[in-house]
């Protein structure tokens, strides 16, 4: 990889709150959003994926919806990853990734897997999950990021069995759980929590300013300071994709805290 790219999005397109002249302009047609949210940022995260299944044809019609270059963040079902022992999670895996995920062709970005919050770390048994995960499906190369939300995954041996299966950890800016920083795939997946409604753009000029810098740190294959890291051990400096979505928070600001940070980064 040579020239790493920049990704920045929302979660999702349809949210009533965006419409009328806040994100969607005024009279917008509901199957026309996809095209629009896809003409001003360059990703989404789809979120419907972790509480239903679609058919292929779904897929193949998002990925005809958005412009070359665009990239869908697929948000992998909650049963696969809200079970007890992930260990077992294989015939559940097999059948999210069946259900025509692959019909995004090259729209397909990273996979999100996403724990809950009470999902304590157990190194038997999410190693023995990491390594459920396949590295393609239908001849389609896949990527693969983790989003841990317990206190207890924030330790070196995490980090470590993380590098070792290629899976990005997902540094998660909120203020419910820890974060981590470490970079741990061939590339980086960043999901900002935080945005609140008293600014336009949901978080404040110099905070944007600061997440534009270290998504560009993160691409180059630098390690951004003031970030909260689990080991001491750096990952290899090499160029890496780099996709921010604004998610949560106030989320009525995503589309422009996400259109801002990418002004930033054209700038």
Same mark, same amino acid.
């Given at each position: ?140 190369? *896949?990527?693969? $990021?983790?989003? !841990? ?8 041996? +995490? &980090?470590? =069995?993380?590098?070792? /299966? ?60 003031? *970030?909260?890291? $689990?080991?001491? !051990? ?8 780099? +996709? &921010?979505? =604004?998610?949560?928070? /106030? ?17």
């Amino acid at each position: 990889m040579t020239n790493a790219l920049i990704r920045a999005g929302i979660g999702g397109w349809t949210y009533e709150p965006w419409r009328g002249g806040v994100f969607y302009p005024e009279g917008l047609v509901q199957k026309r959003e996809l095209d629009y949210a896809a003409s001003k940022l360059t990703a989404i995260e789809i979120n419907g994926t972790y509480y239903s299944s679609f058919k292929p044809a779904s897929f193949a019609g998002w990925a005809k919806a958005v412009p070359d270059g665009f990239v869908f963040a697929v948000k992998a079902s909650r049963y696969t990853t809200n079970r007890k022992v992930l260990a077992e999670a294989g015939e559940s895996i097999g059948k999210f990734l069946g259900q025509g995920l692959t019909e995004l062709g090259d729209r397909l970005g990273p996979i999100l897997w996403q724990f809950m919050a009470t999902k304590k770390f157990d190194a038997d048994d999410f190693g023995a999950f990491l390594k459920l995960l396949p590295a393609a499906h239908d001849g389609v190369a *896949l990527r693969h $990021a983790v989003q !841990v939300r317990h206190e207890s995954f924030h330790v070196a041996e +995490f &980090v470590a =069995m993380a590098r070792a /299966a290629g899976v990005a950890i997902v540094y998660a800016d909120s203020a419910e759980y820890p974060a981590i920083a470490d970079v741990t795939g061939d590339f980086v997946y960043a999901r900002l929590e935080n945005a609140e409604e008293r600014f336009v753009a949901g978080y404040a000029p110099t905070a944007l300013d600061r997440w534009a810098e270290v998504a560009r740190e993160w691409a180059s294959g630098r390690q951004p300071k003031g *970030l909260p890291y $689990a080991s001491d !051990v750096a990952a290899p400096k090499q160029p890496r994709d780099t +996709f &921010v979505f =604004m998610i949560n928070g /106030a989320k009525e600001r995503a589309p422009a805290a996400a259109m801002a940070l990418l002004e930033r980064l054209d700038g």
